[in-house]
Each structure stands twice: as structure tokens, then as C-alpha cells.
């Protein structure tokens, strides 16, 4: 793709003038003095827990408290925002699945599309958070904020976080910094991409990290302070629509382990799978054991992509496998699950393996 720049320089040596037009309506400028209008989508999760005392932090029930206890909760939302709630399901999100996120994106990109929503925060559980967040950082039609919020401590705990982590995902939704900047992740006082972010402990407030490429910014005394942003095409800017669309095509990971053997690849394949990610060792290395059955999925058209399980860093085209001659696809920089997402977009697109590596360095 010709960088703007130098399309611009083309234009003006062609006497020529480009307009680059947005694939989506800017969000709207809002009264300096207005309070933004913000939308919380509640999914469920931990935020929505209930333990049976004030010191359960493990071992509570998720998903049990509705919206609107949600946000009576905290009363200082309204100094921030103007905000509505709406429950679209309850669950503990390690049962998240295709339904619920065609459910979710479709009904994010109708609120998106109307003028007195400015944002939308989605209070979700954090088993699933980082799938959800890439989900819909390829889906969302609209640069508007779209801020997802989870808790590690259900809501009876002493110093729960759902409430804080709330408060400070409204203003965030709510500000103007956040705009175009793609799904966010804000829990801790952290603002993360949905892209890069992941969760790195099991029980800790600090879990949501960006290893490496790091974080985006901070929330901090009322307000959202930025230092970076992905630079990956998203949200308005991808080619991904699911506007029409009742289900998404079977993708499963294949965990790579010393000793491994094709028994959990041939039972995906013999499943139906249309693409495979598979989280090899090191630079995604494929075994012995396991290379011929990946080549005759391949040859049956099931699409293959090498991804890590390490997790942070560059899988790197013909490194560790000739991609080229078996025509695999490698994941750049995205960890197993995060790459089974784009690969099912890209699916309901083509399933020409070049141009699913081009969206694999694209977004
Ligand atoms: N059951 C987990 C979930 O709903 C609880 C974890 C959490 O939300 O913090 O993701």
C-alpha cells in the first residue's frame, strides 16, 4: 500500500489532489461544556461477580450482577459522562463464543452509527478479554472510543477494582484522546491495544500487559493520557464486515510441545476446521512428528498458519519452515489466539494464502 505521503507528493507533482476519505464518518465534534454520551454494554465476568465474603477473590461466582447495579455502584460516573446501560448477555467469559461476538459487534456498530453515542465501554470477564478486544478491533465500524473493562476481584471483595476500572473506562470511552486510536483495554489505571494486549497472571490486579511493544498510556486524575498507538490498521480501516453474517468459519490452535504428535491436528482437520493455527516452539517450529499432516491438511485446503507459543516477537516467513513451498501463512506478531481471530476474518474474505500473509501485516 502507497503511504499517504507519497501519494500526496504524487498528487501535487500530477497537479492532481488526492482526498483521502475515511471509510467512516468522524466522530462527532461535541460541545466544549456537553458531557459525552456514553454507552456500557454489560457481557458479565468477574466485574460482575459475587463472592461469599469480602476476602473471596478466588473461587467467587462471575457473571451475576445486572448493569444497572453496575452502575449505581458508582455514582461519580454521572459527573463524567452521561451514561446508559444495557445488559447484551451474562457470562463467565471463558464460554464466550461466536454467537455472543457477532451479538456484541453488531450491536456495538448500530449504537456506533447513531449521533448521541459518542463511546461505548464493555464490561467484560477477563479470561477473554484479549480475544474479544481484537475481535472487535477488526469488526467496529467507526473511529468512535470503544473501551473494554474487566475486573480481577468480583464486587463484594474489599477494594474491588470493577468499580474504579469502571469509572476510568467511561472517561476514557468518553474522551477525545481515545478517538481513532482502535479497541482499548482499561483496567489498572492502563490504557493497552486490543491488538497487543494480554492477560499475564491469573489472579493479580496488573495482569493486562503489552510485553514488550508496551502499553498505550494512562489513566490518571480524571483524565486519559496517551504516548503511543498501534500502528495497525483497525476498526473503520480493515476490510472485515459481519454485518451479514450468522457464523464464522472453524479455526482451532494446535499447541506445539516437545514429544507432540498430529493426533489433536488430524481430529480438527476431521472436524471440519477451514484453518489451523499452529503455536509451535521457538520461532514456530513444526516437529517432524507433525509437518506431513499440516502439509496434507494444507493439500485438502485448510489454511495454515505458524504462529508461537512464546508469545512476544516476529514469527518470520521461511525461518523455521520453507512457507513459501507449503504455502503456510506466518502469524508476524500475533500469539496463537489472537492469530485464530484475524484468521477467521480473513476466512469470511478468501482463502488465498497470499492474501491472508498481506493481512497478517496489515492489521
Ligand atoms: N470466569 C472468569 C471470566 O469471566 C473470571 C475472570 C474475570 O472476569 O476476572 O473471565
Not at 525461518?319 to 507449503?326: I, N, P, R, S
Request: with cysteine; glycine share 8%.
Amino acid at each position: 500500500m502507497i503511504p499517504s505521503s507519497c501519494l500526496t507528493r504524487l498528487a501535487s507533482a500530477a497537479g492532481l489532489v488526492f482526498v483521502l476519505l475515511s471509510s467512516a464518518p468522524p466522530a462527532q465534534a461535541r460541545d466544549p461544556g456537553s458531557l459525552p454520551n456514553v454507552m456500557i454494554l454489560a457481557t458479565g465476568g468477574t466485574i460482575a461477580g459475587t463472592g461469599a465474603s469480602s476476602t473471596t477473590t478466588v473461587g467467587y461466582t462471575a457473571a451475576k450482577v445486572g448493569v444497572d447495579a453496575l452502575i449505581e455502584a458508582v455514582p461519580e460516573l454521572k459527573k463524567v459522562a452521561n451514561v446508559k446501560g444495557e445488559q447484551v448477555f451474562q457470562i463467565a467469559s471463558e464460554n464466550m463464543n461466536d454467537a455472543y461476538w457477532l451479538k456484541l459487534a453488531k450491536r456495538v456498530n448500530t449504537l456506533l452509527a447513531q449521533g448521541d453515542v459518542d463511546g461505548i465501554v464493555i464490561t467484560h470477564g477477563t479470561d477473554t478479554i484479549e480475544e474479544t478486544a481484537y475481535f472487535l478491533d477488526l469488526v467496529v465500524k467507526s473511529k468512535k472510543p470503544v473501551v473494554i473493562v474487566g475486573a480481577m476481584r468480583p464486587s463484594t471483595a474489599i477494594s474491588a477494582d470493577g468499580p474504579i476500572n469502571l469509572y476510568n473506562a467511561v472517561i476514557l470511552a468518553g474522551s477525545e484522546e481515545a478517538v481513532g486510536k482502535g479497541v482499548l483495554v482499561c483496567l489498572n489505571d492502563q490504557i493497552n491495544a486490543g491488538r497487543e494486549v494480554t492477560k499475564t497472571n491469573t489472579a493479580t490486579l496488573d495482569t493486562f500487559r503489552t510485553p514488550e511493544l508496551g502499553l498505550l498510556g494512562y489513566l490518571q486524575d480524571n483524565k486519559a493520557h496517551f504516548y503511543r498507538q498501534s500502528t495497525r490498521r483497525n476498526t473503520a480501516d480493515t476490510e472485515f464486515d459481519v454485518s451479514g453474517l450468522d457464523s464464522l468459519p472453524r479455526v482451532d490452535i494446535v499447541y506445539g510441545y516437545a514429544n507432540m504428535d498430529p493426533t489433536a491436528l488430524n481430529a480438527f482437520v476431521a472436524a471440519g476446521a477451514k484453518g489451523i493455527v499452529h503455536a509451535g516452539v521457538g520461532d514456530g517450529s513444526l516437529a517432524d512428528a507433525v509437518k506431513p499432516a499440516l502439509i496434507e491438511a494444507r493439500k485438502k485446503g485448510v489454511l495454515i498458519v505458524r504462529s508461537s507459543r512464546v508469545g512476544n516477537g516476529i514469527v518470520a516467513r521461511n525461518g523455521e519452515a520453507a512457507d513459501d513451498d507449503l504455502d503456510f501463512v506466518v502469524s508476524d506478531t500475533l500469539n496463537p489466539q489472537k492469530a485464530r481471530i484475524l484468521l477467521m476474518l480473513a476466512l469470511t474474505r478468501t482463502t488465498d494464502s497470499k492474501a491472508i500473509q498481506t493481512m497478517f501485516y496489515t492489521y
